[in-house]
């Protein structure tokens, strides 16, 4: 056990290196593969969540964990039964048609995805039915629509309209440095988030 | 957390040209000019050592020789100490940078918002604050207690900011005996007189009046403490407009007689005791006839003094930081960067009044600590610069991310964001829904939260208990 609580902690030191050696070493001493995974991998990240909720992490090390965590669950991939990691929720995200910004995005799909979300990412300036394309394809849980630039507004107006109108089953959330719960809520969107983490916590409501 | 004693001289308002001609002009003002003297011993001690002296104007006339003979003998690096903790002390000198309180106030703006008169009670509480914010290296005492008679006041003023913070301490001095006590009392905590004078926690000011005069209490007050061989600052405030030229030139010039004629007189007192060229170059609002202290003018000038100061390789006592408005407010946040910020990139060394100080000086304020403390923080990180190495060149890790992607889950960025950016503890820097969420507090209100929360909770190393019996049976004055 001092072996899972040592790659714990590398996990969430992030240091992707030391979890790789860990996880190899814990298979080679027969340590089951589901405690590797539950006890290992996925409690570091329980652990991850609370301190950057609390600031003692930033979200560059938060990275560096999902990131540690990944490179460890790749290893005993091949040897997971079905139910071993579970998934919190499927996410198609995007940035709006005319909007080639994409930090903010990104961010959050990092996030989405160091919190055990899945996420399929379409990229930058996409039109309305590469959104309707990907949901039918996917069949996400939750649509996240982004938007940095003022003038690109009403393309997300029209995407979420457009979503609505296909009666999807899916959440469309929105965000962007334009965006706030006032327009979210105008447009018919299921939720906004002001930032990163606050997208985390608006995905796992949606889900619960 | 940036600790002091980060060096820079990033900014140079004066030519090497300047400062030799500012030297200069200094020179022939305190050879023909001199300076006034109103106590008989020192007049007597220069007229010993080669001064010219004219004893029916009580004037003192220094050549250039003795001037420099004096810069000669003079420390170029004074340590002031932390009390039992070394991580603090303060190495003054050169171009290294540190930022602490100023004094003295007579009114404090407390958590109510409302101003009332100083108690000795708010030495203690501003010292144990301070005690507890990274970014203020010092304790210059800031307040007077109002409502304690004159003769015990010295000894409460250091007693209560000695036994709430272990950072370096300096203060002025308000009554003459008050100098024997005060270093009675600290002597008792060192272990000896011959312990203090080795390891000097707290340090001591003596103004110079400007232009150009030595009041007798005063003169006595250095001449003892350079005579034990205590670190000591002169605190010259020439006052451009009023009491020095109107001219930043021409106030420099009397301003560096003014610092150099208090190195001096350590010297001739006691050759190599540690002393301070001391700088608090100011103007007067000609048009209100105000004293200003958190002008533009100042902070240009405050870092002019740090290059004369360095020229004559001088530890230096400066001013920054500081500010006329009457509450914390945009006017103290402009005023306080700029007065702080110039000063610190010509490598002022001891930038004090940089704390807590509203209203020219009249008023400090609980707030105003936090506030400065994240000022200071952001001060230091710019007298830290830029550091440039083939690690934070970064071309490998830009090559590696590539065009369209991003920097945020790099391992350099996890390594070095806590320490290559400044995060303020009372800025609003989320989106306006984060702040709304938060409550829409302003700085003040948030930097009154950061200070209620450090005076509840944090406890400095106190006067050892048997040391403390013995200072209060040496002083049943003290509160």
Redesign the interface.
């Known amino acids: 056990m001092e072996l899972i609580l040592k790659l714990r902690e590398q996990v969430i030191e992030?240091e992707e290196e030391q979890v790789v050696e860990l996880v190899k070493e814990a298979l080679d001493r027969g340590i089951d593969v589901g405690t590797i995974v539950q006890d290992g991998l996925i409690e570091a990240m329980n652990i991850v969540g609370p301190k950057m909720a609390s600031g003692e992490l930033?979200?560059?090390?938060v990275?560096?964990c999902?990131?540690a965590m990944k490179e460890g669950l790749e290893i005993v991939k091949p040897m997971l039964k079905a139910g071993d990691v579970k998934s919190k929720g499927k996410v198609v995200i995007g940035t709006v048609k005319g909007d080639l910004h994409d930090?903010g995005k990104?961010?959050v799909a990092?996030m989405l995805e160091s919190s055990g979300f899945e996420v399929i990412d379409l990229g930058i300036s996409q039109p309305e039915e590469n959104f309707i394309r990907a949901v039918e394809e996917h069949n996400p849980d939750i649509v996240g629509v982004s938007a940095l630039l003022t003038t690109t507004l009403p393309a997300m107006r029209d995407t979420v309209k457009v979503l609505k109108e296909k009666g999807i089953s899916a959440k469309v959330i929105v965000g962007g440095?334009p965006v706030?719960?006032d327009f979210a809520r105008e447009i018919g969107a299921d939720g906004y988030a002001?930032?990163g983490a606050e997208a985390v916590l608006l995905a796992k409501k949606l889900m619960a | 957390m940036l600790k002091g004693g980060i060096e820079s001289n990033a900014l140079k308002f004066l030519t090497d040209e300047d400062i030799k001609k500012i030297h200069q002009a200094s020179m022939t003002v305190l050879a023909e000019a001199g300076v006034e003297i109103h106590e008989r011993a020192a007049l007597d001690l220069c007229a010993e050592k080669g001064a010219r002296v004219d004893y029916d104007r009580n004037r003192a006339c220094f050549n250039e020789d003795l001037v420099m003979q004096a810069v000669e003998t003079a420390p170029s690096t004074v340590t002031i100490y932390g009390r039992g903790d070394d991580s603090r002390n303060i190495t003054l000198g050169g171009t290294k940078v540190y930022m602490g309180t100023g004094g003295t106030a007579l009114n404090v703006i407390d958590f109510d918002r409302k101003r009332r008169k100083t108690t000795v009670e708010d030495i203690a509480k501003t010292a144990r604050l301070i005690n507890g914010l990274d970014n203020i290296h010092f304790f210059v005492i800031p307040c007077y207690p109002n409502e304690l008679d004159t003769e015990v006041v010295d000894v409460n003023r250091f007693y209560h900011s000695i036994n709430n913070t272990t950072k370096p301490i300096m203060g002025g001095l308000f009554t003459e005996d008050g100098v024997d006590r005060v270093i009675n009392m600290a002597a008792e905590i060192a272990g000896g007189l011959d312990k203090l004078v080795e390891r000097p926690f707290i340090s001591f000011i003596s103004s110079i009046l400007s232009p150009l005069k030595f009041d007798d209490v005063r003169t006595r007050m250095l001449m003892k403490i350079s005579k034990a061989g205590l670190p000591v600052a002169t605190s010259c405030a020439p006052l451009a407009g009023a009491t020095s030229p109107v001219t930043l030139a021409g106030t420099l010039v009397q301003l560096n007689a003014e610092a150099l004629s208090g190195v001096v007189l350590s010297q001739l007192v006691h050759p190599g005791a540690p002393i301070l060229y001391s700088a608090v170059p100011t103007i007067m609002d000609m048009q209100t006839m105000s004293f200003l202290f958190g002008s533009v003018e100042s902070g240009i000038m405050n870092a002019a003094a740090a290059q004369m100061a360095q020229f004559y390789k001088l530890p230096l006592y400066s001013t920054g930081g500081i500010s006329d408005s009457k509450q914390p407010d945009q006017q103290a946040g402009y005023e306080k960067v700029l007065t702080a910020l110039m000063p610190a990139l010509a490598g002022a060394n001891f930038i004090h009044e940089a704390a807590g100080q509203l209203d020219s000086g009249m008023t400090i304020s609980y707030a105003q600590y936090v506030i400065d403390n994240d000022i200071n923080g952001q001060v230091m990180r710019a007298v830290r610069g830029i550091e440039v190495d083939e690690y934070t060149l970064a071309a490998e890790v830009i090559t590696k991310v590539g065009p369209g992607g991003?920097f945020?889950?790099?391992?350099q960025?996890?390594k070095k964001?806590?320490t290559e950016f400044y995060y303020p503890k009372v800025s609003n820097r989320?989106?306006?829904?984060?702040w709304e969420?938060a409550g829409c507090k302003d700085t003040w209100t948030l930097a009154e939260e950061v200070a209620r929360q450090i005076l509840e909770n944090h406890t400095p190393d106190s006067i050892p208990e048997e040391i403390d019996k013995k200072i209060r049976e040496m002083e049943p004055g003290i509160k």
């Open positions: 992030g930033f979200i560059p090390e990275l560096r999902a990131e930090i990104n961010l990092m440095a706030d719960e002001f930032d | 991003n945020l889950a790099e391992k960025t996890a964001m806590r989320t989106n306006y829904a984060g969420q």
